[in-house]
């Protein structure tokens, strides 16, 4: 019973936690309509990020938030002017953007290799509190409880962005139907340009607390957070980046349910979800219909 | 008629001219300008730690001959180099897989030896066979390597993995433990120790409460520790690798869950980078293999006693030797004890001066034993536990009797 | 526009250049598993062409067929003895079997196919390895048929492979199957209106694909003999079939072949010491492929009107 309550709680935690792992990967395919390919690899260098913060300049970790922001404007500003457009200009923005941007990917993981191996790195443990914070007789440790309130801060800020900003109403726009925005003048390069650089820091910002939750992190962990991410999304709903919640919610109660009961088919866990959702449902959960054959 | 074409095969192989080096070398006369050692190491991945000491270990040996103008070839009557051909497998099978063919069949070499630990040596075993070639095992321990008799494998340095845990299983009856939870890594190495540690457990009549398999890449043990804490046991028993146990004692340590006793391996290898990378407080009373340097051989029959090998390592490397460096040292030395035995330069004649060896040799590592399925049976390790002193811990041999150098501290005291 | 005859003599020369230079190779070359791992990708690159050269599907869980190919045939080898050639055959039926049961991927469009087709694979792979089934497929412990090693026959096992895999692009390229293929890609509805059985055809061309993959991979397990399921499942499998089908060219006979001799000669020489810089020039040539060279190499002579197969 203790164990099912852990698992259940836990599980939401952790639920929560990847929402915002894959929140971004929703928002720049919602708004671009390209997929990219490279988003685990994104929050892995937001790992990694946090690792520098903590190993070379000797602060908390929690400094890697403000790094992953800077890296995702560094980063995305450049990557999308330098193929968005184009992408979207050829005859498959989906399919073409896909090759790319696994292209993008290998290359970060390759860079990161040479840079430090293929190790597994880890956070300093007490960086974030060493203790144990307890729900219901159930104790989780303190990084748990900041990368869950980090994660619905972002989440919340994302959504306070969405409905009470100018820039997040054009955003929101866009979503609902690119032709429409257009036309009425919205300058959707630029609103695009915001939205992709929001969804690689948020990739990032998740990065940090990865070592935390997961244990630990190597330039290989990219390939399996992307396919995680994707997982997420999709049971949540693509193109709806706050229905991606839902997604996070249903993969982390479902992952820690398994780990507990059946820990040797937990890897299982958003692989079959992707594939059962996409072949019933392929809108997702909260979705409406989006698949044209 | 399968067969027969399989065999033909074969035969073309043979006549195609496929290398093969040892029957190659048994011909030519001429002794050789150097004697060619091929091995892998792993710069990165799952066993890069492990494997770099091990490599480290092998290369401070040849130094060492060379230095003395090489080893000594009894099939030449004189003293040859010996030159060391190694390439990085990065931890992968598969890379390994083509790596070792290199050696055999482009590089030639005239020893073959393996990577560290069971995975990167189970590629190799098949290869070694087909070419005819000896595989010189440092550290590969797995227990379905050695099922039938062979000419072309010998484990000489760490025994056979099945034998690891039974100190460790009667150690646990006599103090009456009746809890036991096991979880180990699903590999040979770890997943024989924890097969055998249940049998001898069951047979004293103690069924373990948990016993589960984890992915040999597994560093997330923050449910896992939870499931098993609800099992209640006194003694968890965590069979990895060091990447493994590293994760293990971190969790363990942060998860606020305690047990009377928790054992792990590699801390009676790599205590000092462990240490360094756990913290030496999330450590303190963890039950461990003790291993050479930690324990010492003095009555050596062939080499440095474990204490003059630990000065003279320290003095060349500025840094005191671990388990692993002594493996790799010691597999030179069995290769350096061969190669002066072997009246022929061939790999049959090398295999079997390792026969004649076994059973008379001591090294530091203690005693040589090899049976005819190339599995070494040579000493068992002890039972020892890491005691706190002052800001890091000593080890403490607290079984088998003859061998303790103190009374375990049970049930460990909640830090 | 092509008649039969003259165009049977193109895929006559590049099936006899392939066999010639592999049964000379070993003479010259003697790293066995060089030749051979890239006789598999040579042949994975042809086989991932079959189905994204001529009908768009991009299967990045491709390495799932071949790594259910490589555990069908060991285990056919381990548990009914039967004769190896069998065996490989055996794991061609498996991949093809696996392949029905995911026909309807087939469903989804363009990057959702490769995802899931991806998320598959990765079933697939974790299913195997897992623990529970050791006394059957020997779990994350790997599997041993040491008893049908056969360096040389498992060799001339994955040329004979590869000239059928080639000979299946020839004719897809040629024929009017291969022509109707190409139709539907690039406009489905009318194509079934030209009476193109489209779902029936695509459903055929991915269980070949999926076949030839199997049976690759239970040849190169085969030549392995010892193996862990990771060796065989490891999505750099799929990751190399693709990069060096999209940099020869797919949709061609010659350009899978061109690209993976040439990128598997240039991951010999400098990936195996040190992978990190093949896999960040291969990164570097996706992305420049997609923006400059979509078609792959074989484009720059078909741009210029040169015909090629």
Redesign the interface.
Known sequence: M??LE??II?GILYGIFFSLVAIGLNLIFGVMRI?NLAHGQFVMLGGFGAYLVTSSLGLNPIFGVPLAVLGGIAIGYPLYYG?VP??QR?R?P???S???F??????????M??LF????R?LP??ALG???FGVLGQ?F?DSWWVAVAVSLLCIGGLWLYFSRTRLGYATRAIIANREEALATGINVNRVSAIAFIIGLSLAGIAGVFVPYL???ISPSDG?DLT?TS??IIIIGSLGNPLGTVVGGLVFGVGT?LM??FY???S??V???L??LI??VR?SGLLGKAV??? | MIKALKKAWLASVMTAGLVLPGAAMADTATAPSVIKIGTLYASTGNFAIASKGQYEGLEYWAKEVNADGGVFVKAFNKKIPVKIVAYDDQSSTSTATTLYNQLITQDHVDLLVADFGSVLTSVAVPLAAEHKMLLIDPTGSGANFFTQKTNYLADVSIPSSTVWPLPLAHFLLDQHIKRVAVIYDSNDFDASQAETLKETLVKGGVTPVYYHGVPTGETNYNVLLHTIAARRPEALIEFGYPPNDIAFLRTLSSSGLHFNMTFTIFPGQLMKMMEKTVGAKAMAYTYTYPTPPLVATTDTTYGPDTATFVKDYTAAKNEAPNFLNVAGFNTGLIMQDMLGQAPQFTQLSFHQALMDMSGKTKTLEGEFKINENGAQLGELFSVAQLIPSGDTNKIVVVYPEDKATGKPVYPAPKQ | MRKSIPSLRGPAIVLAVLAFVFLMAPEFYTNHSVLLTMMTFMGLAQGLNLLYGFTGYLPFGYVGFFGTGAYATSLLVTFTGLPILVCVLGGGLAAALIALILGPLLRLSGAYFSIANLAASQIIYFIVANEDLKSITGGPYGIKIEQVYAPHASYLTMLALLLVVTALAAYFRLSRFGLGLKAMNQDPVSAAFAGVNVVRERLIVWLVSAAMAGMIGGTYAWDLSVFYPSAVFTLQISVFAIVFALFGGVGTVIGPLLGAAVLYMLYDGIGVSAPQYFELIYGALIVGLVLFLPNGLMSLLTRRRINVL
């Open positions: 203790a164990l852990y698992a836990g997929i193929v184009r992408l050829s498959d989906e399919m073409l896909f090759i790319l696994f292209g993008v990917a290998q290359m970060i993981e390759a860079v290799t040479l191996g293929v190790d597994e880890s443990g007490e060493s203790g144990n104790q440790p997961v244990g630990s390939s396919t994707f997982a820690m780990q507990t820990p040797s088919w890897n299982l958003p692989y079959v992707l594939v996409v072949l392929p698949r044209n054959a």
